[in-house]
């Protein structure tokens, strides 16, 4: 089998999502740790545009965006298959992945920029009331009983938002609002792939909460 490289960082959220994929799939993988302060020129070759981690590097082919891996991942290699057979059901799945593109930026945007953070609250909360609504329905998983796309998709978002959370010191993503997506998450987080390679909560903590300090030093600085 062509040599299967992973460009990435144990704490990104689009890099947990390409580690799922390919132990999901039992792909044997190098995982090359990237630091962002210093990307390495193999990086900025294989991913130009958008100069980010991750980066899947197959045969020596480089594909970027985390859920472009992901496709690619699932096309390459058809084993346990992690999207519907019907090709409906496939496209309300690229419906929920699009959704999660799209709208979870707000969680990444309540991080990254101190501004309009009233705003960004209003959208993340929207997000999650409509997958809550409509995402799920009385499903385990998004796509019915096995951990598929959508899963990964959504799982890193809502992962990372509890952290962040705890750094901004808000609670968005509450129990009672959201009964549906914590039964989602509880079943998400047991799929022992998942379990296994999700960083823990004290790691990201510190990792971004550091990052966390350092955006908000150099905005008022600006
Ligand atoms: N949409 C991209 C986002 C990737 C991304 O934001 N990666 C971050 C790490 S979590 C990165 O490489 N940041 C470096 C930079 O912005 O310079 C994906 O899904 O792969």
Redesign the pocket.
């Known amino acids: 089998m062509a040599e299967v490289k992973l460009h990435g960082?144990l704490l990104?959220?689009?890099?947990y999502r390409v580690v799922c994929a390919l132990k999901l799939k039992g792909i044997p993988f190098e995982l090359i740790k990237e630091d962002?302060s210093n990307k390495s020129a193999l990086l900025l070759k294989y991913n130009p545009v958008?100069?980010?981690?991750?980066v899947l590097v197959h045969g020596g082919k480089p594909v970027?965006?985390?859920?472009v891996i992901l496709e690619y991942i699932e096309e390459t290699w058809p084993q346990n298959p992690l999207m519907p057979s019907d090709p409906y059901d496939r496209a309300q799945a690229r419906f929920w992945i699009n959704f999660a593109e799209n709208k979870g930026a707000a969680v990444w945007k309540l991080f990254r920029s101190i501004e309009d953070q009233e705003n960004t609250m209003k959208e993340i909360l929207e997000m999650l009331q409509i997958v809550e609504e409509h995402g799920l329905g009385e499903k385990k998983f998004f796509h019915g009983d096995k951990i598929g796309l959508v899963d990964i998709a959504f799982g890193s978002i809502v992962h990372w938002l509890q952290i962040i959370e705890d750094i901004v010191g808000v609670k968005l993503f509450e129990s009672h609002k959201f009964p549906g997506l914590h039964a989602w998450l509880k079943n998400y987080k047991q799929v022992p792939v998942v379990e296994e390679n999700l960083p823990s909560r004290d790691e990201l903590l510190v990792f971004f909460k550091g990052r966390y300090e350092k955006l908000q030093a150099s905005a008022r600085m600006q």
């Open positions: 960082g990104s959220p689009f890099n962002l958008h100069k980010k981690i991750p970027c965006e985390s859920m």
